[in-house]
């Protein structure tokens, strides 16, 4: 998995990372996709001279803003429909349903807390479009989220990887860190519903 992500990451390019983050945040299938460790990742490759910082930040951050404003259009356009359309490979009502409890519970700043976690992150723009959230103050918190998530995070490893020696050594368990912390959340999350009701 890891080896793989490194091999995309390469792989791809640019462009590719600015798209994978794209339809992470933007369209329905893109919830699967590994946002987090792969701008990580292209933070520390970069520090190993495989990208420029500079350049792949100034790509991740509008596709990141991007992507959520597609998501948001989408739910605006589709509205309430969303709620009752037919599960499918693409699309579970259960993620959607999720989304929306964090929705409700956070408010406009689920925006941003939204972009740290997977999947969530793929349907909370949509739902602020369905609950007919102002796109000027969703504009304002997807903006805030998109620097410190695919702004940031790549700057993070960017910088781990220049002050940390022989950075190859440990970059596999620091990305598999940065996979615990996200699915973090979400494991916390389904042990509240099973074992806490």
Avoid: C, H
């Avoid at 991007?66 to 037919?86: E, H, M, N, Q």
């Avoid at 972009?115 to 739902?127: C, K, N």
Wanted: overall charge positive; charged content about 15%.
């Amino acid at each position: 998995m890891i080896f793989d992500l490194f091999s995309l990451v390469e792989a791809t390019g640019y462009a590719g990372i600015a798209a994978i983050i794209f339809a992470e945040t933007g369209l329905f299938f893109g919830f699967f996709l590994p946002g987090d460790s792969l701008l990580f990742t292209a933070g520390i490759l970069a520090s190993q001279g495989f990208f420029n910082i500079w350049i792949l930040v100034l790509l991740t951050t509008p596709a990141a803003i991007l992507g959520d404003s597609v998501g948001y259009w989408s739910g605006k356009k589709a509205g309430p429909r969303i709620f009752t359309r037919p599960d499918s490979f693409w699309f579970n009502q259960a993620r959607v349903l999720d989304a929306r409890r964090f929705f409700e519970k956070y408010g406009p700043l689920s925006i941003v807390l939204s972009r740290f976690i997977p999947v969530v992150r793929t349907f909370t723009p949509i739902v602020a479009g369905v609950a007919g959230m102002r796109y000027k103050v969703f504009l304002t918190y997807n903006i805030a989220g998109a620097f410190l998530w695919a702004f940031a995070i790549p700057i993070l490893g960017f910088f781990i990887g220049n002050a940390v020696p022989d950075i190859e050594r440990y970059i596999i368990p620091l990305v598999i860190l940065v996979v615990v912390i996200s699915l973090f959340p979400v494991a916390a999350d389904i042990v509240r519903k099973r074992f806490l009701k």
